[in-house]
């Protein structure tokens, strides 16, 4: 139910996350300066947010940073497809997700899952997702296709629904096929 939460909570922030989009650096820079914050106050012995504060104030720097980062793509004029803005934006990908994955070598994740680290999530998260804005054009080529497009549309159209049945789905495997048989060269 956390996830409707803060889907409601963006959806009424959403004409904030508008303006905000036209500051996208400024924005990126400070999501990313609270969510440090809010991750290394604790280690360092700085009274900080805990709880259910610190999860909503985490949830909104995180998820809204992304929420505004869409719309900044969605009302933004692409990039020449061979341009050096590919190429900058591969190499910001590809740096942020050594990253993220040089820190959480160095300070083990809580319980082991990237979901435990704000920052590290955001980190991670905005690199893929440079990786994929320097794939763009291929992927637009791809999703177009004739025999991609059809699917490509019912997976956009109903993706908030496969997101929230995902859990179901995952469930239902384990059901099915014996955990015995899951082994980490399998996944």
Same mark, same amino acid.
């Given at each position: 139910?956390?996830?409707?939460?803060?889907?409601?909570?963006?959806?009424?922030?959403?004409?904030?996350?508008?303006?905000?989009?036209?500051?996208?650096?400024?924005?990126?820079?400070?999501?990313?300066?609270?969510?440090?914050?809010?991750?290394?106050?604790?280690?360092?012995?700085?009274?900080?947010?805990?709880?259910?504060?610190?999860?909503?104030?985490?949830?909104?720097?995180?998820?809204?940073?992304?929420?505004?980062?869409?719309?900044?793509?969605?009302?933004?004029?692409?990039?020449?497809?061979?341009?050096?803005?590919?190429?900058?934006? *591969?190499? +910001?990908? /590809?740096?942020?997700?050594?990253?993220? #994955? !040089? =820190?959480?070598?160095?300070?083990?994740?809580?319980? %082991? @899952?990237?979901?435990?680290?704000?920052?590290?999530? *955001?980190? +991670?998260? /905005?690199?893929?997702?440079?990786?994929? #804005? !320097? =794939?763009?054009?291929?992927?637009?080529?791809?999703? %177009? @296709?004739?025999?991609?497009?059809?699917?490509?549309?019912?997976?956009?159209?109903?993706?908030?629904?496969?997101?929230?049945?995902?859990?179901?789905?995952?469930?239902?495997?384990?059901?099915?096929?014996?955990?015995?048989?899951?082994?980490?060269?399998?996944?």
């Amino acid at each position: 139910l956390w996830y409707l939460t803060d889907y409601v909570v963006l959806l009424v922030l959403l004409p904030l996350a508008a303006v905000l989009a036209g500051r996208v650096r400024a924005v990126v820079a400070g999501a990313l300066a609270g969510l440090a914050a809010l991750e290394l106050m604790p280690l360092l012995g700085v009274p900080s947010l805990v709880g259910p504060a610190r999860m909503a104030a985490g949830d909104l720097l995180c998820y809204g940073l992304f929420a505004v980062l869409g719309i900044a793509w969605a009302t933004r004029r692409p990039a020449p497809p061979d341009g050096p803005a590919v190429r900058v934006r *591969a190499a +910001a990908g /590809l740096t942020l997700i050594a990253a993220a #994955g !040089a =820190a959480s070598t160095v300070v083990p994740l809580p319980r %082991g @899952s990237l979901n435990e680290s704000y920052l590290l999530l *955001a980190v +991670a998260a /905005l690199g893929w997702l440079l990786l994929i #804005g !320097a =794939a763009e054009g291929p992927l637009r080529r791809l999703a %177009g @296709s004739t025999r991609v497009a059809p699917a490509a549309r019912m997976v956009s159209a109903r993706a908030l629904t496969i997101y929230l049945w995902h859990p179901a789905a995952i469930f239902l495997a384990l059901a099915i096929v014996p955990v015995g048989t899951w082994s980490a060269g399998s996944v």
